[in-house]
């Protein structure tokens, strides 16, 4: 016969140390992957420019705690320089993503279009169905939604930063005798933060795509496009409560702080954390008191058994169809004798006579 190329069988694996763990050399090498893959979504710029908010923030409690423990007498200007720093990096880092533009969605294609395939900018593959494209165009829809929706908190992040940096100007002139206003005029970009937030969780909570009562009745089997409107609209409503609830406390304790720095003999500064201190203590209430009642009554039913625990047979006082039917008879009309089902044994190693039939047997 003519000569055939044959690929070399692959050499056999290498048996493992003594003791069944795996040398120091493969251990070594995996955690070396498993780092690679932590590390794989951070490049050494994202790393340095990290460590260097790091230090500034840091640096700016440092400074701050120096200055008023008395150990320096710098200008306030120096001690508030990492503040400085911290929000330039802050409008470096947004600014590019809040000017970008978000691609809209592309529209939805038809499978049986000779052109949906890859054409232009659009590299995709033609889809193989109506499910596919209507599937592919959902994702592209919360793709836009997505990006409009990071580029929002980016501008977001934009304009606080630049309120912080007004206030921060407001509040060296204010400790170096240059500005001889009250505290709360002072913080006035700190209320137009607060109005801003307000405004911008009423017009998340009040604009947006709206339910028709044919889509309502529609949600047991809701299409693809239904459910991006119910993932939108839920996301516009948490989001736009986030923005409401999440600016009381602080509001409360901005109000609080000015008044006390205004009115040095108003009331104790323990005042001003209150709010704080009602959160605090109203979570810990509730840890406290569903860990008693759970401690106390326990579990309820059904949640402490684990899988497998439940009976397999019928219920007490009543006979399976297998016990309750008649014994059957053979052909003679004898009782046949009771089969009784039993799992098979295990395995057991082969012996040096198991292939040989037994004497007078056709086998094994």
Known sequence: ???????????PPSPPPPGGGEDEAGAATREDDEDKDDDAGFSTADKAWFALRSLVFILGQLFLLLRLDGFTDWAWAVVLLPWMIWEATTLVENVPQAMAEVEPARPERDPADPEAGPSGDD??????????AKMEHLEELQRELMETVEREEARKTVIVSLLRVVLLALIVTRLNGQLGQPWGVVFVPVWLYFALQLAHGVRLLTSGPELTEEEMLLFETPPPELMFKVEALGLRQSRGMSALFSSLLPFITAVLFVVRVDNVDSYAPIIIFVPFLAIVGCAWCCCVSCTLATIICGPLPGMDGEEGDAPTGPPPGETSAAAAAPPAEDAAGEEAPAVIAMAPPPPSEPSEHAGRPEAGGGGP
């Not at 590299?123 to 596919?132: G, I, L, M, N, S």
């Open 1 to 11: 016969p003519p000569m055939t190329s044959r690929t070399p069988p692959p050499p």
């Open 123 to 132: 590299d995709r593959p033609p889809p193989a169905d109506e499910d596919e």
